[in-house]
């Protein structure tokens, strides 16, 4: 993942901002993170330069 792709992205679950913080990265390609809402809370994690944004209860 790109780290300008916080300009485009929200919270699924209540459309706030998202928070990035960053575990692996090669170059400016984000491998292993997470993204977090400030506004309610849920975090989503990014594995292999993907974030999964699917809330929650719908995740594996």
Known sequence: MRPDL?????????KGELELSVAQRDGQEILRGSLA?????VTYPIEDGIPDMLPPGERD
């Not at 916080?6 to 209540?14: K, N, Q, S």
């Not at 809402?37 to 809370?41: L, N, S």
């Open 6 to 14: 916080l300009e485009i992205l929200r919270c699924p679950v209540c």
């Open 37 to 41: 809402c400030a506004r309610c809370r």
